[in-house]
Nanobody, 121 residues
Framework: QVQLVESGGGLVQAGGSLRLSCAAS????????MGWFRQAPGKEREFVAG????????LYADSVKGRFTISRDNAKNTLYLQMDSLKPGDTAVYYC??????????????WGQGTQVTVSS
């Protein structure tokens, strides 16, 4: 069982930046792909970004492409999401997710508890 703990959320003005972190337990972090999702009030959870086990392959939702950057540090068992040029529409609870397999496939094996991101206009 992979345990995931997000941090770094908060309140930011439109146009600002935040960096989310996701700390993973266990010694197999480098063997599986990871991703970020978000869920706004009254909406379904949606995919934000995914990254392969090595970090060599990334995938983004069109809504965040060019503004968000996903990365990972396998030595620290940590996943990151750098969010720039934030918009009020980015307001949501952000979740990190561990994927079955080393390449992102959206087959989720574990979820974090989520961290709130609020962007004011």
């Amino acid at each position: 069982q992979v345990q995931l703990v997000e941090s770094g959320g908060g309140l930011v003005q439109a146009g600002g930046s935040l960096r989310l972190s996701c700390a993973a337990s266990g010694r197999t972090f480098s063997s599986y792909a990871m991703g970020w999702f978000r869920q706004a009030p009254g909406k379904e959870r949606e995919f934000v970004a995914g990254i392969s086990w090595s970090g060599g392959s990334t995938l983004y939702a069109d809504s965040v492409k060019g503004r968000f950057t996903i990365s990972r540090d396998n030595a620290k068992n940590t996943l990151y999401l750098q969010m720039d040029s934030l918009k009020p529409g980015d307001t949501a609870v952000y979740y990190c997710a561990a994927n079955w397999g080393s390449i992102w496939s959206a087959r989720i094996r574990s979820w974090g508890q989520g961290t709130q991101v609020t962007v004011s206009s």
